[in-house]
């Protein structure tokens, strides 16, 4: 594990249709320290998923530096493992090859890469689904693959876009609070972005709030852990912490 | 690189405003590639005419009046096909889709019959009805006929039973049950069936024109072949290929999206 | 218990063939129909047996599987590394799509008289006419199925490590497998078709031939065993090879929701 720096980091679109350049993002600088965990909220269109985007390297950056353990990054790599939105599961692999996928990539032996993907199956309770497809599980089935099937492949920084936006609100509270029971066995470094305040509060140390393209206010959080959402709905701290980060992004 | 991404902006913008300009401009390297290979005699000219041999005879065959007569021929046993594979078509896929019965009589036979495909009936159907325009309009229909059952059967099975026992409990009869219902629910499947079972129609038209034929685009092809013009096939093969890309891309292609799109019925 | 059932359904699924032989054997006597318009179910086993016999039959057969085989593997080993490296670049694709839909359409028989010429008669032209049915489809779908995979998963092999091959063979490959498959049944059906029609113009054995000589002497017994045989032939193909691996990949994956 190691820490993610952002230095004036800057996003300028030439917009192919309108003809015109379009600033997403402006000179925004972020820490994340080493096996710390991060949350960005904003607004849609605030930019957030674009920044996450130039750190995995899916899209290139117009100005600024990314540096991972110090050193700056170029184009996607193992280093930086992405947890998405729409989960992304290869859906032709059973959920056991998803898993093994990227210890496959470092060139690891079948019997080796399996292993270490049950294990992971394991840590998020999914031994009994090894040999399903992607298709035939829940979506909040098929994105505890998707967390484990980043952090199977030992990143150095965990990029999560959104994971939960797309399960009910059973399932997205079960796996915030697996997340965080993960997150303290594994201590990985974590960037966290979502729109929904009450998640990133109750997931961070640390939430950053985003506005039309610059940081807006970073806010630290010092719930004690395990969190449970039986413990935090009634809890005074949560609430008011809550309520502060909710104004911020409704001012925004 | 700015210059080849500004100029590939400006195409994409008019093709967003005039979208027949996309399915046009990339012809146009095919055609002058055609142009520069007879051009350099790569291959004899014989064998492989150049653009301008193939528009001339284009030219000439329109004067003396056999390509325009052609065509129309070929266009109105298509269309007389197209009609009577459609109302046959639907009417006996609803039947199939909505009886259990009907479905274990006539569905292995149908698989059987589609599978003896279209042209290997020509041989009988000559001997039969002759040379001529029974025989060709035979195989049509039997060819479109297909696609439009399958897929009218499919259409009427993917509508979910939930949505029947609602219009039966807003107080609908049977018959408004299969019209309000059954065959709008249909209608995406119907289309797509429509589509692919012409994409077949055509070529067994193309096919039966060839073999047993009198007249048509196809025996002009054949017709030329037995002359050894290999301008007349190539300008054929062209008029076919324009022909049916206009039939399927500007009426087609947008009845079906209009459909099953708009609905959201069909995700593309 | 479920090898039972499935016995019952194929029964079942024969049972209106049964019919359907039945009624040819009563009626066709029946009425006295002239041979020369319509065999009688005997005479046509008669030829089946006889040609089984004497060997023509499996020459026939023989020389038209030979003839898609060579020509499918051929458009298939051009067609899918064509297509993906088409479809990987967004820009391309948009601008091949409307020439890829052009020959796909003309895939087939309407390459019939040209082939003839270029080829001559026999086993050359039959083999391009249908490499053509097939190639220009299966391109087309190839193309269509890499440009449909979700740029989130291109995205997530990268961030998890995949190289330029492991992004091939792992991904683009298996994504647009669907689609391939998809249009290798598409095109198939095309080609087969294709086949017939050549084969009765443009050579001397093969089932197409087959059907067209015996037309020549009014055996009509020949033609509807031909017929019969073509029909078998595709059935056998298209659904213990092509309907198999099509719901294999594409129902299971539930990658595309067929209709």
């Known amino acids: 594990m190691k820490s993610l720096t952002i230095r004036n980091l800057s996003k300028t679109y030439f917009d192919l249709y309108a003809g015109t350049n379009h600033t997403a993002i402006h000179d925004v600088s972020l820490e994340v320290a080493e096996g710390d965990f991060v949350a960005v909220v904003g607004p849609s269109g605030c930019g957030k998923s674009t920044i996450l985007n130039m750190i995995a390297g899916f899209i290139p950056l117009s100005g600024g530096e990314i540096l991972v353990g110090g050193r700056p990054v170029k184009g996607p790599g193992p280093d930086r493992g992405v947890v998405f939105q729409s989960f992304a599961l290869f859906p032709w692999k059973t959920v056991l090859e998803n898993v093994a996928f990227g210890p496959k990539m470092r060139g690891v032996g079948k019997a080796e890469r399996e292993a270490i993907a049950r294990e992971y199956l394991a840590l998020a309770k999914l031994t009994e689904a090894a040999n399903r497809y992607p298709n035939e599980l829940s979506g909040g089935m098929q994105q505890r693959v998707g967390v484990v099937r980043a952090l199977a492949n030992n990143p150095d920084v965990l990029l999560m876009d959104e994971p939960f936006a797309s399960v009910d609100a059973q399932t997205r509270m079960t796996l915030q609070e697996e997340l965080t029971r993960i997150w303290q066995e594994k201590r990985p470094t974590v960037l966290f ?43 005074a701290d949560f609430k008011a912490l809550s309520n502060r980060v909710l104004q911020l992004v409704r001012s925004a | 690189m700015t210059i080849l991404f500004k100029s590939w902006h400006h195409y994409l913008r008019l093709t967003q405003r005039f979208p027949s300009v996309g ?131 499919l259409g009427v ?65 054949f017709d030329a072949r037995r002359a050894g013009s290999t301008v007349e096939i190539l300008l054929g093969m ?9 039939v399927d891309s500007w009426i087609l292609a947008p009845i079906e999206r209009a459909t099953g799109q708009r609905w959201g019925l069909v995700s593309k | 218990m479920r090898s039972r059932q499935r ?57 038209s599987l030979l003839r898609v085989l060579v020509g499918t593997v051929l458009a298939l080993v051009v067609a899918v590394p064509l297509g993906i490296a088409m479809g990987v670049s967004p820009v391309v694709s948009i601008f091949l799509t409307p020439l ?78 669907p689609n391939i498959v998809t249009g290798i049944r598409t095109g198939l059906g095309f080609a087969w078709r294709g086949l017939i029609a050549a084969e009765m113009i443009a050579t001397n054995v093969g089932l197409g031939y087959m059907l067209f000589v015996a037309r020549d002497f009014y055996r009509t017994e020949v033609i509807v065993l031909g017929m019969i045989v073509i029909g078998v032939l595709w059935l056998l193909l298209d659904r213990l090879l092509l309907a198999p691996l099509e719901r294999a990949t594409i129902e299971r994956w539930g990658m595309v929701q067929r209709a």
């Open chain 1, 193 to 235: 972005i979502t729109h929904d305040v009450g998640e990133a509060v109750f997931l961070a140390n640390r939430v950053v709030v985003l506005s039309k393209g610059r940081v807006l206010d970073d806010i630290g959080i010092d719930l004690p852990r395990p969190r449970s959402w039986d413990a935090l709905n009634e809890d």
């Open chain 2, 23 to 153: 399915s046009i401009v990339p012809f146009i390297p095919v055609v002058a590639l055609w142009w520069l290979v007879t051009a350099l005699e790569l291959f004899p000219r014989v064998f492989l005419p150049g653009p301008g041999d193939v528009l001339r005879s284009f030219g000439s065959l329109v004067y003396k009046g056999i390509l325009p007569d052609y065509l129309q021929d070929s266009m109105v046993r298509l269309a007389v096909g197209a009609f009577c594979g459609i109302a046959l078509g639907i009417p006996l896929g609803i039947l199939i889709g909505m009886s259990r019965h009907a479905h274990t009589a006539l569905w292995p036979v149908l698989l059987f019959f589609q599978a003896i495909g279209d042209i290997a009936w020509l041989p009988i159907l000559v001997i039969w009805f002759g040379y001529g325009l029974v025989s060709m309009t035979f195989v049509i229909v039997y060819t479109v006929i297909f696609p439009v059952v399958l897929n009218t059967v």
């Open chain 3, 7 to 63: 016995f019952l359904s194929g029964l079942l699924f024969l049972l209106p063939f049964a019919v359907l032989l039945v009624l040819w054997a009563v009626l066709v006597p029946w009425f006295d129909v002239n041979p020369r318009l319509f065999p009688r179910l005997s005479a046509v086993a008669e030829a089946g047996v006889e040609s089984v016999r004497d060997g023509t039959l499996v020459g026939h057969i023989g020389a």
């Open chain 2, 157 to 221: 099975r993917s509508i979910p039973i939930a949505m029947h026992r609602a219009a039966l409990s807003l107080g609908a009869s049977r018959w408004q049950v299969l019209w309000e219902v059954v065959l709008p629910g249909a209608l995406p499947n119907i289309v797509t069936g429509l589509r692919n079972g012409l994409g077949y129609g055509w070529r067994a038209l193309i096919a039966a024109e060839i073999i047993v034929g009198t007249s048509g685009i196809g025996f002009l092809m």
């Open chain 2, 238 to 246: 062209i008029i076919l290929g324009i022909l049916w890309y206009i």
């Open chain 3, 100 to 177: 890829f839909r052009f020959f796909s359409v003309l895939a087939g028989i309407a390459w019939i008289p040209i082939a003839t010429l270029w080829f001559g008669y026999g086993f050359g032209a039959i083999t391009f006419v249908i490499f053509n049915a097939v190639f220009f489809i299966v391109t087309y779908n190839t193309l269509l199925g890499v440009s449909t995979i979700p740029p989130a998963v291109r995205n997530a092999a990268a961030s998890l490590g995949a190289g330029r091959w492991a992004m091939l063979t792992e991904v683009l490959l298996p994504g647009a497998l």
